[in-house]
T-cell receptor, first 111, second 116 residues
């Protein structure tokens, strides 16, 4: 399972775009990249998943360069309610599955 | 559609006692995962059950155990409780298909266990 590295914390202001980058240098061919959001005392919530290039949904965009050794979660115009911990996961279910959540990135949005 | 449910929401025990936590996955999901999250820390993978069998286990002592029932619900048992077992225990479910790639996990609200 590929190990991921993310910044421990980030600060932003309301209305700004926030980009959180995750490094996964030993990503395997079959691995997907998934991001989760977690609020205090709640379970993580799926945000977005991708394999390559760019993926966009109603919540966020995920940018994945051609070498797939990193990915960037982009949150457009954040609000105070986006204050949470964001986890980047890289993995593949083929041959068995386990999930390793790293420490995540603690995003604090200020007014 | 109902999400993942967990019970109880809060549990208070004393050292040496046993705790039983329960999880009901989303209808149709066959895989259940258990995680421990101590206050202010990331999620630590505990156990993965699929189709009634334990598929993988995290780095936890044997006093952490569980099972999955025929209806895919699951129980996590923690024996001989220690103070450091105090944490939020999260259950997640997913549907494993052979398509490859990581399947999305849907998390429950968690059970907060306090060991005194």
């Amino acid at each position: 399972l590929a190990k991921t590295t993310q910044p421990i914390s980030m600060d932003s202001y309301e209305g700004q775009e926030v980009n959180i980058t995750c490094s996964h240098n030993n990503i395997a061919t079959n691995d997907y990249i998934t991001w989760y959001q977690q609020f205090p005392s709640q379970g993580p919530r799926f945000i977005i998943q991708g394999y390559k290039t760019k993926v966009t949904n109603e919540v966020a965009s995920l940018f994945i360069p051609a070498d797939r050794k990193s990915s960037t979660l982009s949150l457009p115009r954040v609000s105070l309610s986006d204050t949470a911990v964001y986890y980047c996961l890289v993995g593949d279910i083929a041959g068995g599955f386990k999930t390793i959540f790293g420490a995540g990135t603690r995003l604090f949005v200020k007014a | 559609e109902a999400g993942v449910t967990q019970s109880p929401t809060h549990l208070i025990k004393t050292r040496g006692q046993q705790a039983t936590l329960r999880c009901s996955p989303i209808s149709g999901h066959t895989s259940v995962y258990w995680y421990q999250q101590a206050l202010g820390l990331g999620l630590q993978f505990l156990l993965w059950y699929d189709e009634g069998e334990e598929r993988n286990r995290g780095n936890f002592p044997p006093r952490f155990s569980g099972r999955q029932f025929p209806n895919y619900s699951s129980e996590l048992n923690v024996n001989a409780l220690e103070l450091e077992d105090s944490a939020l225990y999260l259950c997640a479910s997913s549907l494993i298909t052979p398509r490859g790639g990581e399947e999305t996990q849907y998390f429950g609200p968690g059970t907060r266990l306090l060991v005194l």
